[in-house]
């Protein structure tokens, strides 16, 4: 077992006098790539966003590296883990090369111009996400599935080891979705990159990740290998709703549908 | 390089401004006359044209380049000085001083500039601090913070024009209407550290005003230290827009015209959008107030009452159309 590069301890936080997360206690390691899952308002986006140093009002310990969370300066912990938040619902004026540029921000000082190597790993990130002929478009002007694209190539350019991603997939087509696993996952197995990932979708979830952490009413409510989630009794305790599994001989775990057995 | 070029232009349309604005006039002076010593247009020309001329270039890119910042913190375009209620906590600083004549100097600034920077700090500091209480930093709640605050304010403003006598009454109603009549080379002395300070902090933050545009989640992920940025941006845009007030009352929609005019012309990015929106403002004003001058020679209209006239369908344009709206 290597060491974790991420150790949360007894995590907890109130937003707005709520109660959000309660107790959370879980280790990642280094190159594991986890899915959490769990119903609405579970505090799934709360929890990464606690993991990423976007909240830092946060109870209980998180140390990244095996260093405190609150001990990093703000560029630091950047150069360490970068949070991919929802594409969706933001104005974007700059090109998506500008906006892929603004990844490096962490390793520069004010007023020094931008060094050849800024503009490697732009380069790369961009060829990495397959997102080249995009590189001078406006990012307002992109597809969904472009736009998360272009904030993964962001994040790569940033450098960070870890990546704590916000429903990537959600509200993309079959075709985006698909796109947007294949990078995660060679991000994941060929980089050597952390990821840890919100997923609304179970299936995405349970194909792409070794193991799940379902959240339920901000603790959690499982842990463990992807291959013991997949069980309707399991996931109705989780979700409070009732859940069909098929097996396929296409794939290593049994697809999850929601609803009963007629 | 599209936008290195609209840059030329605009400082060469700057410098053209700069240099023809001090000979339209009343009358017009030739050049010639500046080096006719001792002729009347001469005194015109250096004493009073030259520096009315480089007050408005400085003021007008003052505010611009502050509702600039703000509507990149707030990821809005109608966030500006005047919506955020900061300029007229300004006005009402320096109102006061006006009103009671506390007239001192400190290193030769004087202290109604001193009590205008006080009084939009203060306003940044309520606005804030009445959406800190709300529990979020929502641009809705922002603006309707900024809305009341600056409601707040301008009747605080009135009282003291109500309890004034009639000579004090007259002199702030017309200050308050925002002109740069009272222009002479103090009042640009005046002005100069609050531009420098202020224009200086936001030189060094083009960067993190780029990443703030794209959301604060973003902004801290990518490592910017958020919450310093937010106190250095209302630090600087309240120098600003403090300096400006102080001297020239508070001159409207400059500073949510010329910002957005320029995203147009040379798109969101702050290394070229800030020097851009700095010409823009100046020039801007530069022309409002030559025609505030002429338009009804001899006398003159506050050139905030032209701005406002600009302004006016320029704001109700901005918020008829969506697109400009969401591409900020």
Redesign the interface.
Known sequence: MTKPVIQVENLSIRL?GKAILQDITLNVSAGEYVSIIGPNGAGKTTLI?CM???YRDCGGSIQIGGKAIKAY???????LL????QAEG?????SVE??VM??R??H?S??TPLKAEDREAVDRAIAQTGIEALRNQPM?TLSGGERQMAFIA?ALA?GARIFLLDEPTTFLDYRHQAAVMRILKSICSDSGITIIAVHHDINIATENSDRMIALKDGRIAFDGISAEITDSATLEEIFDTPFHCIADNQRPLPLVIPGGAE | MKRTSVLIVLLMLSIAAVLIGPLIGREIIPLSAFLADGSIDQVILVNIRIPRVLLAFLAGSMLALSGMSFQALFRNPLATPFTLGVSSGAALGAAVFIRFGLAFSILGISSTSFAAFGGALLAVGLVYGLTRLKGGFSTATLLLAGIAISFFFSSVILFIQYVSGISHSFRIMRWLMGSLASADYTRLLNILPFFLAGSLIISFLKRELNLMMTGEDIALSRGVNVALVKKLIFLAASLMVGGVVAVCGPIGFVGMMSPHICRMLVGADHRFLAPATFLFGGLFLVVCDTLARTVIAPAEIPVGVITALLGGPFFIWLLLNRNANTEL
């Open positions: 707005s966003k990423g140093g976007i300066s703000s560029k630091e912990l950047a150069q970068s949070y991919v938040p933001r104005t974007l004026p700059f500008e906006f603004m990844g921000y962490p520069l004010p007023f307002n962001g940033q």
